[in-house]
């Protein structure tokens, strides 16, 4: 994850308003890591993390980053199994609730 945190941190430091980490696979434990450098990060308007294996652990830390930020504004989350294992559904309505004032998921 050290690689993964490097390079969330060189893009948050160039300014960049758009990240793209689809398809690497990194699961709810590179998901974490992710959302804690983006948690202060005010530039990042898109996050784009389509198949990216995140399952309710990283859906619960996204639905944290999407209550305290209000930048982010496009959530790309195709091609995952956020809601797949049994408390899933629960981490789903709340991730819901939150984004329903903030951004919008695709």
Do not use: Y
């Amino acid at each position: 994850m050290s690689n993964l945190k490097e390079e969330v941190r060189r893009l948050v430091e160039s300014g960049a308003e758009s990240i793209a980490f689809s398809d690497t696979f990194m699961g709810d434990e590179g998901c974490r890591t992710l959302c804690e450098q983006l948690k202060d990060n005010r530039h990042v308007r898109s996050l784009d993390l389509r198949g990216c294996n995140i399952r309710s652990d990283g859906a619960v830390a996204l639905a944290t980053l999407v209550s305290s930020n209000s930048t982010l504004t496009f959530l790309g989350l195709e091609w995952n199994g956020v809601g797949m294992l049994e408390n899933g559904f629960q981490v789903l309505l709340l991730f819901f609730f939150f984004i329903t004032f903030k951004p919008r998921v695709e």
